[in-house]
């Protein structure tokens, strides 16, 4: 692997970026990593425009584009308040939320939006792309400026599903899925599990996200309301293990959404404390053959404190 490429100018700044890449180095993980003041617009970060899968950080531009797209009438009369129809026999399976149900339910379209984000809902999240399909997610995308058509930026191409199916063809059970993430990515972003290659998967860089993030937090993607319930429902999620618990304190709010499938830990992360705001994006791979890391986790958490610390001011 080349060395990667560091961003923080000639400073402090640089030298956390090199102690992130050696911290991640020796957690087993590599990957892409971006930290940006928004009042600043200080930096620092590790091979940020590098593309790598998404994992369930899709459902942060999904929830977005849904909501917008609800706003403007384009899901149906009701707007969020649409009902959806879930069924146990068809839906994405999962271990929470609406996969986890064992019996029918209607329930509306802007409450799957609140269990896609807050507890990462795969069933929720498909059933959002059976109304707002994910080229029509690129597609609002491309034209907040999030996307480009060289293929930059972040690019929505599939399911959750699909993800999990592209692994089980690939692999008997998840144990040989993991391994097979983990020695079968090639340097120029290739894989043996489908879903995971660059030029098929859900992509997007640390930049891209941490743009995305941007303009969420100031209003600057679809309409301000659409904006304030992604940051609310960013502000609710339980599955806050990687960056917030770094963090997180009666004074400083984390707001975040976590990937995870497989061998990828991603967490993308808005932090707040007083006036300062600073976005935190990790995406990362892993190349220890474990289910659960804690010391993964840990070194995206402590590298997101870091950056955090340093660009304060």
Known sequence: ????????????????????????HDAGLSGAFLARHLG???EIGIDVDRQLPLASLVKLPLALAVLDAAAR????PRGEAEPVEVDPATATRGRTGFGAFRHPATVALGDLVDSVLTVS????????????????????????????????????????????DAAAA??????????????AATEGGGHAIAMLDVAAANVGSARAVADLLAAVWSDAVAAPEVCARVRDAMRRQLTSHRIAPELATDAVRVATKTGSFLNLRHDAAVVEAGEQTVVVVALTESRVLVTADPGA???????ARWAFEALRD
């Open 1 to 24: 692997m080349n060395a990667p490429d560091l961003v923080g100018g000639d400073g402090a700044a640089l030298g956390v970026a090199q102690e992130v890449a050696g911290a991640w």
């Open 40 to 42: 600043t617009g200080a």
């Open 73 to 76: 009438g384009e899901l149906g």
């Open 121 to 164: 809902d795969n069933a929720a999240a498909d059933l959002l792309f059976d109304r707002l399909p994910p080229e029509r997610v690129s597609a609002a995308l491309a034209g907040w400026g999030l996307t480009d058509p060289a293929g930059g930026g972040i690019v929505v191409r599939h399911r959750l599903r699909d993800l999990h």
């Open 170 to 183: 690939a692999a008997p059970d998840e144990e040989t899925a993991l391994a097979l993430a983990v020695r």
């Open 297 to 303: 986790d840990l070194a995206i958490g402590r590298a």
